[in-house]
């Protein structure tokens, strides 16, 4: 009697949240969990709710308890982490993402791991631009193309992400990359954003503009190879194809 009563205000909570009366679904999983505190699903939705806000050191906390409760779910063990790295609670991090599976040096220092390409969804909420990028560790990735300016955005970026790769993208290569979504800003990059108008004729002078570029460091980006599509194609992997899903008209980067 008391799990199902637990459960029922669990759903509510859901619903609440999902209809974005924020405040009152962390209320309705706090009562979830007042009423059947031995179960461990209330606390993960409430960890799960303040990632989604940014509000970390709660989902530390609440994916914590959701893990005393039941330390084989996964999703709380990859929240957990992300919630500390955006801390910066290297220990905890460190913890976490060996729950996951992920074997890495037990350290107080900076977890790492080795680099992988990957993509990240700026702005998921909004215009929703795609970047290339590096990931630093489960829950980092630095940015290595250059974002329009209207992003918010720059090279070298170092954002949080989200631990489900939410679509993908494929690379000169021809292999599948996952496009990530972002978090949140982790930490900004030293360099700005120019833009520069070339008329010319040949491809010489963008040629040694580029090497130019990549000699001292610095990122370059041709916007004129933009494309966009449609959100549902962003979050799949949009390769040639003639976009027939309704409401294609709001259009991704």
Not at 223 to 238: H, L, V
Request: charged share 25%; with cysteine.
């Amino acid at each position: 009697m008391r799990r199902a009563l637990a459960a029922w205000f669990n759903e509510l909570g859901s619903q609440s949240i999902n209809s974005g009366k924020s405040q009152r679904g962390d209320c309705l999983y706090k009562l979830a969990s007042n009423i059947d505190p031995r179960w461990s699903v209330p606390w993960y939705n409430r960890g799960l709710h303040m990632k989604n806000i940014g509000r970390w050191s709660e989902s530390l906390r609440f994916n914590r308890r959701a893990l005393e409760l039941d330390p084989s779910d996964e999703a709380a063990w990859w929240n957990l982490g992300i919630a500390a790295t955006a801390l910066r609670n290297w220990p905890e991090a460190g913890r976490a993402w060996r729950g996951c599976g992920i074997k890495l040096e037990n350290t107080a220092d900076e977890v790492r791991m080795p680099a992988v390409t990957a993509c990240v969804r700026l702005d998921p909420a909004g215009v929703a631009e795609v970047a290339w990028g590096s990931r630093l560790d489960p829950a980092r990735m630095v940015i290595l193309s250059v974002p329009l300016p209207e992003s918010g955005h720059r090279f070298h970026d170092i954002v949080l992400n989200d631990g489900a790769s939410n679509g993908a993208r494929v690379d000169q290569h021809g292999n599948e990359v996952p496009v990530f979504d972002e978090l949140s800003i982790w930490q900004v990059s030293e360099y700005s954003t120019f833009c520069v108008r070339l008329q010319m004729q040949g491809d010489v002078p963008e040629k040694r503009l580029t090497e130019l570029c990549v000699t001292h460091q610095l990122g370059i980006e041709d916007w004129t190879t933009i494309r966009f599509i449609c959100a549902k194609c962003s979050k799949g992997n949009p390769g040639p194809h003639e976009c027939s899903h309704s409401g294609a008209n709001q259009s991704w980067l």
